[in-house]
């Protein structure tokens, strides 16, 4: 997978926002979206690793 495709990056942005969110409001909703986020990006580009 291309570091440059164009929905990679918009769901890494988006999976951003959500580690943002839940860093200044740390509730079980926030931590729900970003786990969400990247089991999203687990299945749309396998083997990609989004920890960061």
Excluded: K
Aim: no cysteine; aromatic share 6%.
């Amino acid at each position: 997978m291309s570091e440059d495709h164009p929905v990679m990056n918009a769901l890494l942005q988006q999976l951003r926002s959500l580690n943002e969110q839940y860093n200044d409001l740390p509730n079980e909703l926030n931590r729900y979206r970003v786990v969400r986020q990247e089991q999203l990006i687990a299945q749309w580009a396998p083997g990609v690793s989004v920890a960061g």
